[in-house]
C-alpha cells in the first residue's frame, strides 16, 4: 500500500510498476526516461502524508506531490521547512520507487572514518554548536568540511 493507503503498488517482472486500487481500474506504469535526479533520501512524513520529503544533492529539503508517478523536475519541489525526516521518524521511500519518479540516490558513501582526539571541554563546544544549528556532531563536522 501507499502512504495514503489508497493503491497497491508492486514492482513486477518486466520492469513496471502495478497499481491497483478500488477507485481505477490496475495500471502498469513504465519508469521515466532520461537523466534521474540524484537525491540524498526520500522519505514519507506522517505530517504531509500526500508528499515526498527528498534531500537534494546539495542537503537543501524539498517535497513534491506523492501522485501521479512521474518524473520530478526542479520545478515541481517546493521547499520544505521543517525537522529533517530523520529527526521525525519519516519513513523511507522503497528503493525500487526512486526510478519511478526520475530519482536516484546518490551514490558517494560515507565510508570513510576519522578519529580525532579532543579535550572534554572541545567536545562541548562542539556539542554546543551543533546542537545551535539543530544538528548531531556528524552532521555539523560534515557540514564544516564541505564549506572548506
Known amino acids: ?4 493507503n489508497k493503491y ?9 510498476l502495478l497499481v491497483k486500487g478500488e477507485s481505477i481500474s490496475d495500471r502498469q506504469v513504465d519508469a ?9 533520501g526520500a522519505w514519507y512524513i506522517d505530517a504531509i502524508p500526500n508528499q515526498i520529503v527528498v534531500e ?5 529539503l524539498a517535497k513534491f506531490r506523492l501522485t501521479p508517478f512521474r518524473k520530478i523536475t526542479e520545478s515541481e519541489l517546493t521547499i520544505y521547512k521543517s525537522c529533517h525526516p ?3 521518524k519519516g519513513q ?4 525500487y520507487l526512486y526510478r519511478f519518479y526520475g530519482i536516484k540516490r546518490n551514490d558517494e558513501s560515507l565510508t570513510e ?12 563546544r562542539l556539542d554546543t554548536a551543533a546542537k545551535n544549528e ?4 556528524s552532521e555539523f563536522i560534515r557540514d564544516v568540511v564541505r564549506g572548506l
Open 56 to 60: 537534494k544533492a546539495d542537503g537543501t
Open 113 to 124: 572514518v576519522i578519529r580525532v582526539r579532543i579535550s572534554p571541554s572541545d567536545k562541548e
Open 1 to 4: 500500500m501507499d502512504k495514503l
Open 134 to 137: 539543530d544538528k548531531n556532531a
Open 92 to 95: 523511507p521511500l522503497p528503493d
Open 8 to 16: 497497491e503498488v508492486e514492482e513486477i517482472e518486466n520492469g513496471k
Open 86 to 88: 530523520r529527526k521525525c
Open 32 to 40: 521515466p526516461v532520461g537523466d534521474y535526479m540524484i537525491i540524498n
